[in-house]
């Protein structure tokens, strides 16, 4: 059998040139989460199959790669189902891991905890631009804080960072689980419809209000509630008059502090970011995950055509696996997208500048080798980066594959 030098479809190999990139990134990240405060944390990349498939990860629990027992806990011939194969599965995102890992050592860890996780989750996912089925996830979540400061601390860190890479203008959306609740109910779509509601929802961006409609009245529901669904979403500003204006509206259908909740995030992360970009309430933000329970956000840049980063409020989670509940708040951004998006910018790492080579020709002689090798760690010891190299016989080429790979300075050391 012919061995594949491809890699698996929906993963890709990282030439130098965009790692030199993806570790700039990492370490902006860890500087800037770290002055926020947070700790970087490890999880395993495999986790329980129970707590995959909790019902906690909406859509994602469709795509998981599953792991077959091993050794003789794997009967083939006995199995009848597929719990009796699989124990275990990749990661499909970082926040069940984290609330498992709280729940397992809460004891030993401060409260409120400000945790930093990033790492490769797995998705069987379409692979597309910006989508892999493995690829680099990079959350901060605070556990143990139940007042709004969780969400304009996650806030003003997520935008923060984004500033330090050169982004602005971007646009944060807000919204709170409870309002779309509150206009589900005000509108008469039963209960126990809700999740079927806002995945049609979701859709708005997509399919506009029209087509919202025809798969609300398509699914069964009447279309009354239907129409009077969509006309609150059309009347609805985007700024701290629509929050009151839909509070005063929806009346005892939403609950008493949501509406300042919001108002209290908005007005304080106003208050106090650094960087240039648009903090707007939008009442059709849905957020794919189940597991929300109230406010949750999103930023998107017109230049990727959707998200960026996307998180929110998940306070039963980690009280599934302790019993106690435990307010819990985070906030993603979507590591390969940010990098999709420098990529195609042509972005530079600040300092490349500083990167030297030395091509020694082969055959040199050891003196001269030794003087360059001498002169190299000189520079090294000063932060220049420096590589010592053999000559190839293609030297032009070889001169461009080190620039691709972000050197830029070379001094040839010839035998005569």
Do not use: W
């Not at 199995?79 to 995102?93: I, N, P």
């Not at 631009?129 to 901060?140: A, P």
């Not at 239907?226 to 009346?251: C, H, K, N, S």
């Amino acid at each position: 059998m012919a061995l594949k030098k491809k890699p698996v479809t929906g993963m890709k190999d990282i030439l130098p040139e965009e790692m030199q990139i993806r570790d700039y990134v990492i370490r902006l990240i860890k500087e800037t989460y770290g002055n926020f405060g947070f700790s970087s944390i490890e999880t395993p990349c495999v986790e329980h199959i129970e707590n995959l498939c909790s019902k906690q990860g909406g859509e994602n629990e469709k795509l998981i790669f599953k792991i077959l027992k091993r050794g003789e806990k794997l009967n083939l011939d006995a199995a009848e189902k597929e719990e009796d194969l699989v124990d275990s599965g990749l990661r499909y995102d970082l926040t069940v891991p984290l609330s498992r890992y709280y729940s397992n050592n809460a004891n030993n860890l401060p409260t409120p905890f400000k945790a930093l996780q990033m790492g490769s989750v797995f998705r069987a996912d379409r692979p597309q631009k910006g989508r892999f089925r493995q690829f680099m996830q990079c959350d901060i979540d605070i556990l143990g804080d139940a007042t709004y400061l969780a969400e304009v601390e996650l806030i003003l860190a997520t935008t923060t960072l984004l500033g330090k890479l050169g982004f602005s203008g971007f646009k944060v959306r807000i919204n709170d689980r409870r309002f779309l609740k509150a206009m589900a109910s005000y509108c008469g779509f039963p209960q126990e419809s809700y999740d079927q509601v806002f995945i049609i929802l979701d859709k708005l961006d997509k399919i506009g209000p029209d087509g919202v409609l025809a798969d609300l009245v398509a699914s069964g529901f009447s279309k009354e509630s239907a129409e009077r669904y969509l006309e609150l979403f059309q009347t609805v500003t985007p700024d701290a008059a629509g929050i009151r204006m839909l509070r005063d509206t929806l009346g005892d259908h939403l609950p008493e502090d949501a509406a300042e909740n919001l108002l209290n995030i908005i007005s304080s992360v106003n208050a106090t970011r650094v960087s240039e970009f648009d903090l707007a309430f939008d009442p059709a933000l849905v957020r794919g995950m189940s597991y929300y329970t109230g406010t949750i956000f999103e930023i998107e840049m017109e230049e990727f055509g959707s998200s960026v980063a996307g998180g929110g409020r998940y306070d039963e989670m980690i009280g599934k696996f302790t019993g106690m509940q435990t307010p819990a708040c985070g906030f993603s951004i979507g590591f390969e997208r940010i990098i999709t998006i420098l990529l195609d910018r042509g972005f530079q790492v600040p300092g490349a500048s500083d990167n030297q080579v030395f091509l020694l020709e082969r055959g040199v002689a050891r003196e001269k080798m030794c003087a360059a090798m001498k002169e190299a760690m000189e520079l090294r010891e000063k932060g220049v980066r420096v590589l010592v190299a053999q000559m190839n016989k293609n030297k032009k080429f070889q001169k461009e594959q080190l620039m691709k790979a972000g050197f830029t300075e070379f001094k040839d050391i010839y035998k005569d």
